[in-house]
């Protein structure tokens, strides 16, 4: 059973950065995808980020791109958000999670792509 576990997070300034991690130490696949995704309160789950883990191809939400970069440790099967310039509407509850397989283009930006999913990380964004 893969459980992703986060870490980082938390109340900072607009304008700062900030780092989430994601560790998904049992998934034995070499080609599933890692993503990011966010709710804020009243809204839908909506995608962040994802990083195909063979071939460490990228893709981003508009909203998020030229400011989040996702990136992966290989070795520790841990993917990392790095949230740079951020803004107020960047708060939410971020969740990691992993799928089980590969995941086609069209697919990476839906939440049912993904089997497993961590607790969820509160990001605040102060003005």
């Known amino acids: 059973q893969v459980q992703p576990v986060e870490s980082g997070g938390g109340l900072v300034q607009a304008g700062a950065s900030l780092r989430l991690s994601c560790a998904a130490s049992?998934?034995?696949?070499?080609?599933?995808?890692m993503a990011w995704f966010r709710q804020a309160p009243g809204k839908e789950r909506e995608f962040v980020a994802a990083?195909?883990?063979?071939?460490?191809?990228?893709h981003y939400a508009d909203s998020v791109k030229g400011r989040f970069t996702i990136s992966r440790e290989r070795s520790k099967n841990t993917a990392h958000l790095q949230m740079n310039s951020v803004i107020t509407e960047d708060t939410a509850v971020y969740y990691c999670?992993?799928?089980?397989?590969?995941?086609?283009?069209?697919?990476?930006?839906?939440?049912?792509?993904?089997?497993?999913w961590g607790q969820g990380r509160q990001v605040t964004v102060s003005s």
């Open positions: 999670a992993a799928s089980r397989w590969g995941v086609v283009l069209t697919a990476l930006r839906v939440p049912a792509s993904y089997l497993y």
């Open positions: 049992e998934h034995t696949a070499n080609n599933f995808v």
């Open positions: 990083i195909r883990w063979s071939g460490g191809d990228t």
